[in-house]
């Protein structure tokens, strides 16, 4: 079967890096998204690897490893807005995205 | 641009009524719109694809005759939940890809819409 972890939630301080794993086993890879969900709202594009490597994108960074099923969301200088919940999705061998059930991050003053 | 609305945002409708929500790309072409369903503190959870001008391919488990998908023009979707029970009270989230860039599978989402039936 197909299947994406990630942590259901992580609390970190304002002004702080967090980084946000996410482990994929999928029928094949096509690239791998990550969006920001807000609470009651749709959400928003954040970033998408396809090759392996860091992509650096302002304060947001995105990680991915294909050989080993796994990429990681990097979060710097932290800020209250960032407090949401924040998806890990992979576009299959069907070119259909697969969804991770989203990682709530708590940003505390 | 790559704007999505969807109407209405919010809708509380009685058992056994039926509720129509639109999906609406605003600045681009769509060919391919998806109807997301999501309970809280879950995650989307694909209902079907919809392509313009053919039928809706739906997930294995979504009722088609529930859930009615219509993509009439590469603008708009509607989705049309019949007949609706208190079970199906949840965030229905719209997505769609722009036509013009078809090498990219980027979605756009719509804001969602929450249906309460009661």
């Known amino acids: 079967g197909q299947n994406i972890d990630q942590p259901t939630e992580m609390t970190a301080t304002e002004g702080a890096i967090v980084q946000i794993n996410c482990t994929y086993q999928t029928s094949g890879f096509n690239g791998l998204f990550w969006y920001q969900q807000h609470a009651g709202e749709a959400p928003t594009f954040l970033s998408y690897n396809v090759l392996d490597g860091l992509e650096e994108k302002g304060r947001f960074s995105s990680f991915l490893s294909r050989s080993k099923g796994y990429s990681y969301l990097l979060l710097k200088e932290l800020q209250m807005k960032d407090s949401a919940s924040y998806l890990c999705a992979v576009l299959d061998s069907n070119y259909q995205l697969i969804w991770g059930a989203g990682t709530k991050l708590i940003i505390k003053p | 641009g790559a704007v999505v609305s969807q109407h209405p945002s919010r809708v509380i409708c009685k058992s056994g009524t039926s509720v129509k929500i639109e999906c609406r790309s605003l600045d681009f072409q769509a060919t391919t719109m998806f109807w997301y369903r999501q309970f809280p503190k879950k995650s989307l959870m694909l209902m079907a694809t919809?392509?313009?001008?053919?039928?809706?391919?739906?997930e294995q488990g979504v009722e088609k005759d529930k859930f009615l998908i219509n993509h009439a023009s590469l603008t708009l979707s509607t989705l049309t939940v019949t007949s609706a029970h208190p079970e199906d009270s949840s965030f229905y989230i719209c997505?769609?890809?722009?036509?013009?860039?078809?090498?990219?599978?980027?979605?756009?989402f719509g804001p969602g819409t929450r249906l309460t039936v009661t």
């Open positions: 997505s769609a890809r722009d036509a013009e860039r078809g090498d990219s599978y980027e979605q756009y």
């Open positions: 919809s392509n313009e001008g053919s039928k809706a391919t739906y």
